[in-house]
């Protein structure tokens, strides 16, 4: 008789592994062995984020009990793995500087040399140093995951940031530069930084309202007579309108 069955492969080491069956009225030593190998497969809980990012990765089909290390693109070793009994193993790994883009994060054991690698894109992200300030603050803007070694524009709202005609990334795709807030009208914006490349994040800020302290009236003062021709003497009366942004003035002569 013929039967069919399918069923997924268990965690085992690395190597050649015989497949066996047997039924109610067949024993297993009568029915032939079927050779299987097995080879190492590497996993990720993520494919891609940002440079600081934690990565769950895991491993199954290894040499039992080896020891090996994992490398982030051309990064040396950044994180030792040990294989069980079974040939499988887990470890976590924080996304290193590295410029945007795919990178191999690879895998390699003490006897199972090249299991290949697994990719992991790299995308930009930005911080600011205040969430929030006044027109002409200083803010510092860091960034990570942009293209290596590449010129920047800042754009804030719609208004691009001038005097930065040095702002670049380094060798690793991070940077970071000091901007001053644009005059402009209190509110919420949104930062962009944008490489040669085309890479881009962006940052909220709010600019907020301050107040104007008024001015006072230095002539004439608010009550004053002044004597005109003809004997009249009006008096001269100032009334103040205050907003966030500006103190407005109205003079009524009586």
């Known amino acids: 008789g013929e039967c069919n069955?399918?069923?997924a492969i268990p965690a085992v080491?690395?190597?050649?592994?015989a497949l066996d069956a047997q039924g109610k009225s067949t024993s297993s030593t009568s029915v032939p062995d079927i050779t299987f190998?097995?080879?190492?497969?590497?996993t990720l809980?993520?494919?891609s984020?940002?440079?600081g990012t934690v990565i769950g990765i895991s491993g199954s089909?290894?040499?039992a009990s080896e020891k090996g290390s994992i490398t982030f693109g051309n990064s040396t070793n950044i994180q030792n793995i040990a294989a069980g009994a079974s040939g499988d193993w887990s470890a976590s790994l924080t996304v290193p500087p590295a410029e945007a883009g795919s990178h191999d994060i690879k895998v390699q054991g003490s006897q199972t040399l090249d299991p290949g690698s697994v990719a992991f894109n790299v995308i930009p992200s930005l911080s600011l140093s205040a969430a929030s300030g006044n027109i002409g603050s200083g803010v510092i803007v860091r960034g990570s995951g942009f293209a290596a070694s590449?010129?920047?524009r800042f754009i804030f709202g719609d208004t691009p940031i001038g005097g930065l005609s040095g702002a670049s990334t380094d060798n690793s795709g991070s940077f970071m530069?000091?901007?001053t807030i644009p005059k402009t009208r209190s509110g919420d914006y949104i930062l962009k930084v944008i490489d040669a490349g085309n890479n881009e994040s962006q940052a909220p800020y709010r600019v907020s309202e301050f107040s104007i302290v008024p001015p006072n009236q230095v002539a004439p003062a608010d009550g004053d007579r002044i004597g005109l021709l003809g004997g009249a003497a009006p008096v001269f009366k100032w009334t103040a309108t205050a907003s966030p942004n500006r103190t407005t003035y109205a003079l009524q002569v009586d």
């Open 13 to 17: 080491p690395s190597g050649t592994h």
């Open 45 to 47: 809980n993520k494919k």
């Open 177 to 179: 530069q000091t901007i």
């Open 61 to 63: 089909g290894f040499v």
């Open 49 to 51: 984020g940002q440079v």
């Open 37 to 42: 190998i097995t080879g190492p497969v590497v």
């Open 150 to 152: 590449s010129p920047l």
């Open 5 to 7: 069955s399918t069923f």
